[in-house]
């Protein structure tokens, strides 16, 4: 029985301590407020003007973005005599190449 009053007396302290911790925590919470963890607090609160003018600019961005994709170029056509030219070139490309392994 001496030996249960002596753990039940550890056991008090032990809990005096944590409760002690407990309370130095708190004191530091209650220190630090609703600061959040990037050091800013809770989020700003616009008015409804504020808002619409936000939402009337966005939407302006948006239509600017929309009107200037839609004037897109013209697809530009290659004229018969320069797609003859540009297949002689190539044919001319391809037996300089055949006569060097030729000679080779």
């Known amino acids: 029985m ?7 007396r550890n056991l008090k302290g032990e809990l005096a301590k944590a409760q002690k911790e407990v309370q130095q925590f708190t004191a530091a919470l209650a220190a630090l407020g609703s600061v959040s963890s990037n050091g800013s607090e ?15 600019a966005q939407k302006a961005r948006w239509a600017k973005q929309r009107s200037t994709v839609q004037t897109a170029r ?20 391809w037996a300089k190449v055949k006569d060097q392994k030729k000679a080779a």
Do not use: D, E, F, Y
């Open 42 to 56: 809770g989020h700003r609160i616009l008015s409804a003007a504020a808002r619409r003018k936000i939402s009337l």
């Open 74 to 93: 013209p697809k530009r056509t290659i004229s018969a005599a320069a797609r003859r030219r540009m297949a002689a070139a190539q044919r001319a490309r």
């Open 2 to 8: 001496r030996n249960l009053s002596g753990v039940v």
